[in-house]
Nanobody
Framework: QVQLVESGGGLVQVGGSLRLSCAAS????????MGWFRQVPGKEREFVAS????????FYADSVKGRFTISRDNTNNTVYLQMNSLKPEDTGVYYC??????????WGQGTQVTVSS
């Protein structure tokens, strides 16, 4: 069993920055990748970014390329999402998830990000 705990969400103005963190604990040895997703009421959860755990290569949704950066700390089993130049459409609940080479099997409880104009 793996537990994921997100933190770092909050209220920020347009153009501002936030850094989300996700700490993993438990049986994390089989982690293939970690990802960030977001969801707003009435819409499906959407992919934001992911990172290959062993090599640290990041992948991004087109909507956040050039503004968001995903990184990880293998030693502390933590993944980060640095979000810059935030827009109102970035508002949502952000979830981190752990991929076990088959699927995103473990999810955090989510952290709210609100970008005000």
């Amino acid at each position: 069993q793996v537990q994921l705990v997100e933190s770092g969400g909050g209220l920020v103005q347009v153009g501002g920055s936030l850094r989300l963190s996700c700490a993993a604990s438990g049986r994390t040895s089989s982690t293939y990748a970690m990802g960030w997703f977001r969801q707003v009421p009435g819409k499906e959860r959407e992919f934001v970014a992911s990172i290959a755990w062993s090599v640290g290569r990041g992948f991004y949704a087109d909507s956040v390329k050039g503004r968001f950066t995903i990184s990880r700390d293998n030693t502390n089993n933590t993944v980060y999402l640095q979000m810059n130049s935030l827009k109102p459409e970035d508002t949502g609940v952000y979830y981190c998830a752990r991929h076990n080479n088959f699927e995103y099997a473990d999810w955090g409880q989510g952290t709210q990000v609100t970008v005000s104009s």
